[in-house]
């Protein structure tokens, strides 16, 4: 009986050496893992040991009051579609847009119809999307010199009158019909790269069919119909959006998707409007 007890005396080393195993590698762990291991990090410095600690328990090593400066938030455009601000573009006086319109002729062409493949015709142009490309470049949204000093002058008013004078102008982009949805009846199997990007998409890049915005047939508020614009202004728009110098678009969609678009695809699709392929589609949208 005394022999059978002998193992559970107080004096039995084998609890002390499990525990203090134990207590030897959580001490091996935590001085590998934080001061040591932690501090290093792939393509990077090295951290100190206050933010090698805080990063292994996941957690901030920022000491920095909260109410410290913080970048500036930085959104794409002011542009905001509320009821009065359409209301505003709607009762656009087209006989005072012409007067302000007599200093866009320069550039934009008479009545602008522009004659230059580096500037848009915005003849026939929706009002709703020249007035925000207005508003763009008036609070440096959108980046061109001249534009900018041209908007900057503009009053809001003004923009809604000068854009529902070019809106109204013929012989420019086609006219926006019927119930503006996107057409039917086409298929991702589109031998033309660029017809099949117009009127299918590709969902494998998450890229949307242009035509749902741009047209024919889809719609989107401020998006400018696209038939009959300067393939080569609308091949550059593109490279823009993809690069990173256009960044005005409202969820940066066209950046998303002009990032997956190769060159090849920019000029074809650039093609396609700029001979009006897409007025000649059926239930599309017909010229002034």
Request: net charge neutral; with cysteine; proline share 7%.
């Amino acid at each position: 009986m005394v022999g059978d007890q002998g193992a559970f005396k107080l004096h039995n080393p084998w609890p002390r050496i499990g525990w203090g195993s134990a207590a030897g590698i959580i001490i091996i762990s935590l001085v590998l893992g934080f001061p040591i291991l932690g501090r290093y990090r792939p393509n990077d410095p090295p951290l100190d040991l206050w933010s090698a600690i805080c990063r292994g328990l996941g957690i901030t090593s920022d000491t920095e009051p909260a109410v410290g400066s913080r970048p500036a938030l930085r959104t794409p455009t002011q542009m905001a579609w509320t009821s009065s601000t359409l209301d505003q573009i709607a009762a656009g006086d087209t006989q005072h847009g012409g007067f302000i319109g007599m200093n866009c002729s320069a550039c934009h062409g008479q009545g602008g119809v522009s004659p230059s493949s580096l500037i848009p015709t915005i003849a026939g142009m929706d009002a709703a999307a020249i007035y925000k490309q207005l508003d763009d470049y008036r609070s440096g949204k959108r980046l061109w010199g001249v534009m900018e000093a041209m908007a900057k002058v503009l009053s809001a008013q003004d923009s809604a009158d000068v854009a529902a004078y070019f809106a109204a102008q013929p012989g420019g982009l086609p006219t926006l019909s019927g119930n503006r949805i996107p057409e039917s009846g086409r298929s991702l199997w589109q031998a033309d790269p660029a017809r099949r990007l117009v009127f299918a998409g590709d969902p494998q890049r998450g890229i949307p069919p242009c035509s749902a915005c741009h047209g024919p047939g889809g719609y989107k508020l401020g998006a400018p119909a696209l038939q009959g614009q300067h393939a080569a202004y609308i091949e550059r728009q593109l490279e823009a959006f993809a690069q990173g110098m256009r960044q005005n678009d409202i969820f940066e969609q066209m950046r998303a998707i002009a990032k997956q678009l190769t060159a090849d695809e920019m000029q074809k699709l650039g093609a396609f409007y700029g001979t009006r392929a897409g007025a000649q589609e059926p239930g599309g949208l017909t010229s002034r």
